[in-house]
């Protein structure tokens, strides 16, 4: 059963699945997994970070609504790299 988090301002599903936790977002391509609920947050942490590095390069043009709404929500986002 998913459950529901709220990660920098996104609502994300979580759930256990064979001793695994993963964290995803329900529409955009951003999972964080494992052994713990803990280490999956840290997990989608990097990933956001990494896909905030590369995404915003992506001139708009190029993006669909959804994606122009994920990038604006990385852009917003204060992440160390």
């Not at 990933?47 to 994920?70: G, Q, V, Y």
Request: net charge negative.
């Amino acid at each position: 059963m998913e459950k529901i988090m709220q990660i920098l301002g996104e609502n994300f599903n979580w759930y256990e699945e064979d001793n695994e936790f993963f964290i995803e977002h329900p529409k955009w391509s951003l999972v964080g997994m494992g052994e713990t609920l803990q280490d999956a947050h840290g997990d989608l942490i990097e990933e956001i970070k990494i896909t905030k590095e590369h995404f915003c390069e992506i001139p708009d043009e190029e993006l669909s609504e959804e994606a122009k709404r994920m990038k604006e929500w990385l852009a917003q986002l204060r992440i160390e790299f």
